[in-house]
Nanobody, 119 residues
Framework: VQLQASGGGLVQAGGSLRLSCAAR???????????FGWYRQAPGKQRELVAN???????NYADSVKGRFTISRDYAKKMVYLQMNSLKPEDTAVYYC???????????WGQGTQVTVSS
């Protein structure tokens, strides 16, 4: 499984971005049995969980993004998204897509995409 993240960029505070994560080289039976998450890492800080989505469709969000970010998945396209609204300068970070395959208990990471929010 190869994860490819995209959609980052420079946006003004209050704006929106949608990050995408493509699960390449994965068949449906694998994709459908993966938990997905978005993490971020700001300069000088540890990587932190932003949002995750399990195979049952349950979501979990960091308190700092609740009500502003939404994680979702498209089974047909084998894509995972992070819709980010009302962006703040403190959301500036490199965002990483993560997948946890239940059957093998393996974790996969995308390459990261930079999000910069200007004030």
């Amino acid at each position: 499984v190869q994860l490819q993240a995209s959609g980052g960029g420079l946006v003004q505070a209050g704006g929106s971005l949608r990050l995408s994560c493509a699960a390449r080289r994965s068949i449906s039976s694998v994709f459908n049995n993966m938990h997905f998450g978005w993490y971020r890492q700001a300069p000088g800080k540890q990587r932190e969980l932003v949002a995750n989505l399990n195979v049952a469709g349950n979501t979990n969000y960091a308190d700092s993004v609740k009500g502003r970010f939404t994680i979702s998945r498209d089974y047909a396209k084998k894509m995972v998204y992070l819709q980010m609204n009302s962006l703040k300068p403190e959301d500036t970070a490199v965002y990483y897509c993560n997948a946890h395959w239940l059957e093998s208990r393996s974790d996969f990471w995308g390459q990261g995409t930079q999000v910069t929010v200007s004030s």
